[in-house]
């Protein structure tokens, strides 16, 4: 402060070599404080420019999109093959639109580029909107008064699987995503209902007001739902950790339902399992038997687990997404308990959030980072950026991961998923579930996560059918199409 006083008061009377000191080292330290502020908006600039450019030229909001619009054509999406799932072409008067070969198939991971857009169309926004291609050729078309093409997207979805899993799912609420457990990559992504996005534009208010099926939401990645029994994966993951991988010592007799301590949990569809073990338990999906666990289990353990797999925290994901959630912890009731350990209760997943915890099971334990965008490529087929493999971070112990990788062949092998066992070329492993949602205990979700190849994992595919009821019934049929789809090409 008294610096500042100096600067600008009356000059004091001093010697004259002091007096000249004291001026050199005023102003050099109001030339280094300009300098530092100039260099800091430059670092902002380049940061602005590289990081959040994209973020702001997406935004609804921002007129500069329309004008870049109207300057350039919006680049295409292409899957992993090079198939065109969404481009830009000319009409009669000599205007542009938006159009999506594939129709609804892509609908909700390609999205739209209309009413704030949706999917890699507001992803990928800025690139699509960004041309960098031959300097030359840019020029030569401005001067021409023609436009430029934008980049386009080069995306990691897989064609045939995307189409087998939107024809398998038929007029079914629900949805499948399936991902390479090797690099993260997303291979397919199906929401129904479902909508054409050549359609967008005009039938919006329809579409927008459709409370009842809500077309327009991705429930891959949006859909909270009850895991059912697909969620004893985490359960026998907890055992195993609080007992050092030893299952050999657990039996239990299954009459259809258990009593404990006032809470009563019954097996699916009142059945009863008579003796089991450890791994009968598991393949058989037997809910009394796992409630008998869960009675044992150190719930604030419990809960760290859940931590671990990233329940109610940041997923590692380029796109929107719901958090799983469970209220367990160390002061959660007995019931509570029981309900969480069969996956029902207040616990709530994605069924993208179910696929990464799956993955990461078939890939020792690893999960790597999701991701559905191979590449950027300029109009004459340059790389312009390229998506590196990259891993997330271990979630779960190899050893543990390979136990559970054991017990969800045997679901597939002797248990309630052996619809998924009759394959040509490839094992499949897994776990079914069959979710309550309402107080009608009739009425269930039908889910199935699982992976392929049991020696050395590729994919893993998760499914979940509205309503559905059984999963081994209605989801397992499903994820198997899109497995065949993926290795009988």
């Known amino acids: 402060m008294e610096f500042w006083k100096r600067v600008i008061s009356k000059p004091q009377k001093v010697r004259p070599g002091r007096r000249h000191v004291d001026s050199n080292r005023e102003i050099g330290f109001i030339t280094y404080l300009f300098l530092f502020l100039f260099l800091g908006m430059l670092i902002y600039l380049g940061y602005f420019t590289q990081a959040k450019a994209g973020t702001v030229i997406n935004s609804t909001y921002n007129k500069r999109q329309s004008l870049l619009e109207s300057r350039l054509i919006r680049g295409d999406i292409l899957s992993r093959e090079g198939n065109v799932l969404a481009t830009t072409l000319s009409d009669n008067d000599g205007g542009y639109y938006r159009s999506y070969p594939y129709r609804n198939t892509f609908a909700h991971i390609v999205g739209y580029s209309t009413h704030g857009v949706l999917g890699l169309e507001s992803m990928e926004n800025y690139t699509l909107l960004t041309c960098d291609g031959n300097i030359v050729n840019r020029i030569s078309n401005d001067l021409a008064g023609k436009k430029n093409h934008g980049d386009n997207v080069i995306s990691t979805l897989d064609t045939a699987m995307q189409e087998a899993a939107y024809d398998a799912m038929d007029d079914r609420k ?12 997303i291979l397919c992504v199906v929401s129904k209902p479902d909508f054409d996005p050549n359609e967008v534009m005009g039938r919006w208010d329809v579409l927008d007001g459709d409370t009842k099926n809500s077309p327009l939401l991705n429930r891959a990645f949006l859909g909270s739902y009850p895991p059912g029994s697909t969620f004893k994966i985490v359960t026998a993951l907890e055992y195993l950790k609080e007992h050092n991988g030893n299952i050999s ?5 299954c009459k259809g339902s258990f009593e404990y301590k006032g809470s009563i949990i019954n097996c699916y569809n009142e059945a009863s399992h008579g003796w089991v073990n450890f791994d009968d ?15 044992g289990l150190d719930k604030k353990k419990f809960a760290d687990t859940l931590d671990e797999l990233l329940f109610g925290k940041d997923l590692p994901l380029p796109f929107k997404y719901s958090k799983a959630y469970s209220d367990l912890g160390k002061d959660s009731s007995t019931d509570e308990l029981l309900q969480t350990g069969i996956g029902q209760g207040k616990t709530l997943i994605s069924p993208i959030h179910m696929l990464m915890i799956t993955s990461a099971i078939a890939n020792n334990g690893v999960l790597m980072r999701p991701y559905v965008v191979s590449e950027i490529q300029n109009t004459d087929g340059g790389v312009i950026r390229k998506t590196r493999v990259r891993e997330y971070g271990r979630l779960i112990d190899e050893g543990y991961a390979q136990s559970l990788r054991t017990m969800m062949r045997e679901v597939v092998v002797n248990g309630t998923g052996k619809r998924a066992f009759d394959t040509v070329g490839y094992d499949i492993a897994g776990k079914t579930g069959s979710a309550e949602y309402s107080s009608n205990k009739s009425l269930s979700h039908a889910w199935f996560t699982g992976f392929a190849g049991t020696d ?10 509205e309503g559905g009821g059984s999963g081994g019934a209605v989801a397992v049929p499903i994820a198997k199409r899109v497995f065949d789809a993926y290795y009988n090409k």
């Open 456 to 465: 050395e994992p590729e994919i893993a595919i998760t499914v979940i059918v």
């Open 281 to 295: 338990s598991f393949a058989n999906s037997c809910n009394t038997s796992f409630a008998n666990i869960s009675s």
């Open 174 to 185: 629900g949805a499948v995503v399936a991902m390479n457990v090797k690099t993260g990559e």
């Open 249 to 253: 010592d657990y039996g239990f007799e």
